[in-house]
């Protein structure tokens, strides 16, 4: 049974950063694409960072781009999302995803598991 825990989020004023984390257990992070979506209040989900399995060709979107990095630790079986210089327009909930297929979409749909989602509120 795969199962991915986020956690990392919180409150954050604008300027700073924070570091989300999310743990996969039951599948191995090297044989599935990784994503990492959020979704604000009235808002639809909407991908932010991605990693296919392979780990090379990582994508980010262009509202975070410059900002925000997604890497993963094989050893412990974790993907982060590094958010630097977060903006107000940033709180969301943001949740980890995996696609087995490997590839990564910006779809939702595309994934197979998600996380529970974690909140980043950013003040101004």
């Known amino acids: 049974q795969t199962q991915l825990v986020e956690s990392g989020g919180g409150l954050v004023q604008a300027g700073g950063s924070l570091r989300l984390s999310c743990v996969v257990s039951?599948?191995?992070?090297?044989?599935?694409?990784m994503g990492w979506f959020r979704q604000a209040p009235g808002k639809e989900r909407e991908l932010v960072a991605a990693?296919?399995?392979?780990?090379?060709?990582?994508y980010v979107s262009d509202s975070v781009k410059g900002r925000f990095t997604i890497f993963r630790d094989g050893l412990k079986n974790t993907v982060y999302l590094q958010m630097n210089n977060l903006k107000p327009e940033d709180t969301a909930v943001y949740y980890c995803?995996?696609?087995?297929?490997?590839?990564?979409?910006?779809?939702?749909?595309?994934?197979?598991?998600w996380g529970q989602g974690t909140q980043v509120t950013v003040s101004s």
């Open positions: 995803a995996a696609d087995r297929s490997g590839l990564g979409s910006s779809s939702s749909q595309q994934y197979d598991y």
């Open positions: 990693v296919p399995w392979s780990g090379s060709s990582a």
């Open positions: 039951g599948r191995s992070i090297s044989t599935v694409a």
